[in-house]
């Protein structure tokens, strides 16, 4: 028989791995905790939270109202004006009269996120924008 290398004796047997040691974890059962996810909310914040964005929805509305028709009184079919600068004093100053309205009404204007914010003045300058087109006609 012939002499084996060292390379040729690795593989004919098997390696022998060294195991580490098995550690058991005696970890206690603790009862799964109460906690409310920051999702979720109770019955009387999702009406609140339902009656709020309705309120927001309605004055920015009757803001849009308004507001075509002071822009319909002053500027008629606003020929000799640049429309986009009527459209951003119509947007800077909702802006401001909706965080004062809010107020009165209990909506926290603080806990508004850009989101929301984009919404109402969206919901003005539609309501603006058709005030204003119906009142040329």
């Avoid at 924008?129 to 040329?136: A, I, P």
């Amino acid at each position: 028989m012939s002499k084996q290398s060292p390379k040729s004796k690795s593989r004919k047997e098997p390696a022998t791995a060294k195991e580490a040691p098995v550690k058991v974890a005696t970890a206690s059962v603790e009862a799964p905790e109460n906690k409310s996810l920051p999702n979720q909310k109770t019955p009387e914040e999702k009406q609140k939270a339902h009656r709020d964005g309705i309120i927001k929805t309605i004055v920015a509305a009757v803001l849009g109202v308004i507001f075509g028709f002071i822009m319909f009184s002053q500027y008629g079919a606003g020929e000799d004006r640049i429309w986009y600068a009527i459209l951003m004093i119509v947007i800077g100053i909702t802006y401001y009269v909706q965080k004062l309205i809010y107020i009165p009404l209990k909506i926290d204007t603080k806990e508004f996120k850009p989101k929301d914010w984009f919404f109402v003045e969206f919901i003005v300058i539609d309501f603006f924008l058709v005030t204003w087109t119906l009142l040329l006609n």
